[in-house]
Nanobody, 115 residues
C-alpha cells in the first residue's frame, strides 16, 4: 500500500495550491479518503473528507469555502484544492485512506504560507 502526496510548497497569503495524493496497492474506490494536517507543535487534524464514491464531503470549519477535496477513482488520486491560503494553513498535509478498520497514511507534503 502506498499513498504519495505531492504539490506542497511555499505560497504567499491569499494564494492557491493543489495537493495530490496517488494511491496504489489497494482497491482505491472502496476507501474513504481524507486530508489531514499537522502544524508545528500541534496535533494532526482532519481538514477534508470524501466518501468512497465521492458523494459525501466534509470540511473543517477553518477551511470551509476555501478548500475543495475531489477524487478520481479511475486514476486512484485524491486532490485538495486550496484557495485563499492563510498563514495559519502552514502545516504538513497528509493523505489518509480508511475502510473498516484499515487505515493508511502517506508521508506528507509541506505547505508553507508566508510573505
Amino acid at each position: 500500500v502506498q499513498l504519495v502526496e505531492s504539490g506542497g510548497g511555499l505560497v504567499q497569503p491569499g494564494g492557491s495550491l493543489r495537493l495530490s495524493c496517488a494511491a496504489s496497492g489497494f482497491t482505491f474506490s472502496n476507501y474513504a479518503m481524507s486530508w489531514y494536517r499537522q502544524a508545528p507543535g500541534k496535533e494532526r487534524d482532519l481538514v477534508a473528507f470524501i466518501s468512497s464514491v465521492g458523494g459525501i464531503t466534509n470540511y473543517a470549519d477553518s477551511v470551509k469555502g476555501r478548500f475543495t477535496i475531489s477524487r478520481d477513482n479511475d486514476k486512484n488520486t485524491v486532490d485538495l484544492h486550496m484557495d485563499s491560503l492563510k498563514v495559519e494553513d502552514t502545516a504538513v498535509y497528509y493523505c489518509n485512506a480508511v475502510r473498516l478498520g484499515e487505515d493508511y497514511w502517506g508521508q506528507g507534503t509541506r505547505v508553507t504560507v508566508s510573505t
